[in-house]
């Protein structure tokens, strides 16, 4: 029998859900042999671009193994019909638990403590900065969707003052909210940065936020790199005019601008916030699912919404 035709752009992990999808699907990887396909498999960075649909007419389903939809064509996609679907909710712990880990890092600073004793600077009787403590400062949380909702459940149970800002203030939240990034930056310190990447978030961070988030503040950024303004953001660092930042993505990945690389106090991650065992089996366990429910005529467990 035919087993049904998937386009994978991208590999799945752990290796028991990639031999299952093996073993359900014919898995292609060249783009230039899918005109017949109409399942193809990305993930948050790698996207779908316009280029990449006009290469497959047969496309039905777009299925993300992630939740960005920002380096996806989404007009097209709504144009054509095509249904996207993403993995939600299940990513949320280990995204929020990597932003705190990197406000810890910085606010702390654990990661120059490690490159302090490596360089022998500890054994030579060189001294470390004092840190700041991270659990008493305001934090703000920049979009408030379910990793910004998972991050200020953990960060309000620790005891910290939670605010927030979002397109819109949502009646059943238990934080503060504020009508816009300039506003949320001047009342907190620690700046999380969870909102979804595209053209409406893209500068939201700018010079005029890390000058209101002031001199102990520091700037977490988990969401999609352009959301932050990376030069503004070296030279706050480099001024002083903000104390740290933790970042786990970038404009450019993989490539990071010297600026970030040489500004002090600044705690880099390469785009590993979702990359526990734990959510990338269920990441994967639900891409699965989607496409399960796709070729058995079912309604998807996942599709995300293009309205
Ligand atoms: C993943 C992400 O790194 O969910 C997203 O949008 O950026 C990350 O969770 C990516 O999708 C790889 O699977």
């Given at each position: 029998m035919?087993?049904?035709?998937?386009?994978?752009?991208?590999?799945?992990?752990?290796?028991?859900?990639?031999?299952?999808?093996?073993a359900?699907?014919?898995?292609?990887?060249?783009?230039?042999?899918?005109?017949?396909?109409?399942?193809?498999?990305?993930?948050?960075?790698?996207?779908?671009?316009?280029?990449?649909?006009?290469?497959?007419?047969a496309?039905?389903?777009?299925?993300?193994?992630?939740?960005?939809?920002?380096?996806?064509?989404?007009?097209?996609?709504?144009?054509?019909?095509i249904?996207?679907?993403?993995?939600?909710?299940?990513?949320?712990?280990?995204?929020?638990?990597?932003?705190?880990?990197?406000?810890?890092?910085?606010?702390?600073?654990?990661?120059?403590?490690d490159?302090?004793?490596?360089?022998?600077?500890?054994a030579?009787?060189?001294?470390?900065?004092?840190?700041?403590?991270?659990?008493?400062?305001?934090?703000?949380?920049?979009?408030?969707?379910?990793?910004?909702?998972?991050?200020a459940?953990?960060?309000?149970?620790?005891?910290?003052?939670v605010?927030?800002?979002?397109?819109?203030?949502?009646?059943?939240?238990?934080?503060?909210?504020?009508?816009?990034?300039?506003?949320?930056?001047?009342?907190?310190?620690?700046?999380?940065?969870?909102?979804?990447?595209?053209?409406?978030?893209?500068?939201?961070?700018?010079?005029?936020v890390?000058a209101?988030?002031?001199?102990?503040?520091?700037?977490?950024?988990?969401?999609?790199?352009?959301?932050?303004?990376?030069?503004?953001?070296?030279?706050?660092?480099?001024?002083?005019?903000?104390?740290?930042?933790g970042?786990?993505v970038?404009?450019?990945?993989?490539?990071?601008?010297?600026?970030?690389?040489?500004?002090?106090?600044?705690?880099?991650?390469?785009?590993?916030?979702?990359?526990?065992?734990?959510?990338?089996?269920?990441?994967?366990?639900?891409?699965?699912?989607?496409?399960?429910?796709?070729?058995?005529?079912?309604?998807?467990?996942?599709?995300?919404?293009?309205?």
């Open positions: 035919n087993r049904p035709r998937i386009l994978a752009l991208t590999p799945i992990h752990p290796q028991d859900i990639a031999d299952r999808m093996a359900d699907y014919d898995i292609i990887h060249d783009i230039a042999q899918a005109a017949d396909i109409e399942v193809v498999l990305t993930n948050g960075g790698l996207g779908l671009s316009t280029e990449q649909m006009a290469a497959l007419p496309l039905r389903l777009i299925a993300v193994n992630g939740v960005g939809v920002d380096a996806i064509d989404l007009d097209e996609a709504r144009r054509r019909d249904t996207v679907t993403t993995t939600p909710d299940v990513l949320s712990l280990a995204v929020a638990e990597m932003a705190l880990g990197l406000a810890l890092a910085a606010g702390r600073r654990i990661a120059e403590g490159r302090f004793i490596r360089a022998g600077e500890w030579d009787g060189g001294k470390i900065a004092l840190g700041g403590s991270v659990l008493e400062r305001r934090a703000g949380i920049l979009g408030y969707g379910r990793i910004g909702r998972k991050l459940d953990l960060l309000r149970g620790m005891g910290m003052e605010l927030y800002t979002a397109r819109s203030e949502k009646s059943d939240s238990p934080d503060a909210y504020r009508p816009d990034p300039l506003a949320l930056a001047r009342d907190c310190e620690l700046l999380f940065v969870t909102a979804a990447g595209g053209q409406d978030t893209r500068g939201l961070v700018d010079a005029d890390l209101a988030l002031g001199p102990l503040g520091i700037v977490v950024n988990v969401a999609r790199g352009p959301v932050v303004d990376s030069a503004a953001l070296a030279d706050a660092l480099q001024s002083g005019r903000i104390a740290g930042a970042l786990d970038f404009d450019d990945e993989p490539d990071v601008p010297d600026a970030l690389l040489n500004a002090p106090n600044c705690v880099l991650a390469p785009h590993i916030a979702s990359a526990t065992t734990e959510a990338r089996r269920a990441m994967a366990q639900l891409v699965l699912d989607n496409v399960a429910a796709y070729f058995a005529d079912r309604p998807l467990p996942t599709p995300y919404n293009n309205g």
